[in-house]
């Protein structure tokens, strides 16, 4: 079986697949000493994988031997740090400072990464192709002009996938904020203006397949029950699980026993806090990556960022 576009399934495992729940994880392997250890390296190898992609989107090309073009590298990991939050969590961690679930400002709590990790997973996991870049479309301002983590599309099924992330020590504090951006984003006004703005973008190129359809969709002519039937909405939590310490082989049975109960914890605790009026209408798919440590996820992220970006000095 194909391991996908950037070939991440075969360190970000799908152990859990469900129409409304889907969950991962990533290993642990032997080391040079013979002790296990978990797979830090080929995690942040594959996320940074599809930075060239994320930055620049659909109309850049999705092959993935674009990102393997040194100058495009370099000037995607430019083109993150110009996000202000993102140059700013950086700096943090730079300085040997933290980043709490508490942190009132919302965009540095949760920085970037996790849109980095929702494409990823999208892209193997999912076969979805990116129709718009929410770095490289930006206003005169400075403002990304949709709302959404991501906007993906699925040729085949012909529907469009708006896509949140978070990026948690707490697993429960990222689903409460995953709550918060559907009730936000998924109202009549909002979804209006931003698919005006979306369909606007789509609009300025011609490589994007079937590109009348996915305007269809997004007309503000097409009634909202009709919109809401072509589109997912795929919500990813990657946050910090314990039983990355408590155990060191993913295929203990203790381990796999505990893990499914914990992500089916989680996905109860998310059916009972939402109460959006359309809960019913909307198809909200649950996508749930525990990991060892999440700091030390985004420490090591931005250190990789860090040097690739020096590679153009």
């Known amino acids: 079986m194909s391991s996908g576009p950037f070939g991440s399934r075969d360190v970000i495992e799908a152990k859990i697949s469900e129409s409304s729940l889907k969950s991962f994880l990533v290993g642990f392997d032997l080391n040079d000493e013979g002790d296990s250890e978990y797979r830090w390296v080929e995690l942040v190898k594959k996320i940074t994988s599809v930075i060239h992609e994320f930055s620049f989107g659909f109309h850049e090309g999705t092959k993935t031997n674009n990102t393997e073009t040194l100058d495009k590298l370099i000037e995607a990991a430019n083109s993150l740090y110009k996000i202000d939050a993102f140059q700013k969590v950086r700096d943090i961690y730079k300085n040997n400072g933290d980043i709490s679930d508490d942190l009132t400002d919302k965009y ?184 060892k440590c999440k700091k030390t996820l985004v420490k090591k992220l931005h250190n990789k960022l860090s040097l690739m970006q020096a590679l153009g000095d």
Request: charged residues 35%; negative net charge.
């Open 108 to 291: 540095l709590r949760r920085g970037e990464f996790g849109e980095l990790i929702l494409h990823l997973i999208l892209r193997d996991h999912f076969n979805t192709i990116p129709l718009l870049s929410k770095i490289y479309f930006k206003d005169s301002l400075g403002h990304t002009v949709h709302g959404f983590d991501c906007v993906h599309i699925d040729p085949d099924s012909k529907t469009l996938w708006l896509g949140e992330s978070k990026l948690y020590l707490d697993p429960k504090r990222g689903l409460a904020e995953l709550i918060k951006d559907i009730e936000e984003h998924f109202k009549v006004d909002y979804l209006e203006s931003e698919f005006s703005l979306i369909a606007k973008k789509i609009k300025l190129f011609d490589n994007i397949p079937e590109s009348e359809h996915w305007k269809k969709i997004l007309s503000s002519s097409t009634k909202l029950k009709d919109k809401l039937n072509d589109i997912y909405i795929p919500l990813l939590c990657t946050y910090s699980c314990d039983l990355f310490d408590k155990y060191d082989d993913e295929n203990e049975a203790d381990f796999i026993k505990e893990y499914e109960s914990k992500i089916r914890s989680l996905k109860n605790y998310f059916d009972d806090k939402n109460n959006h009026p359309l809960k019913s209408k909307l198809k909200i798919i649950i996508v749930l990556l525990p990991v």
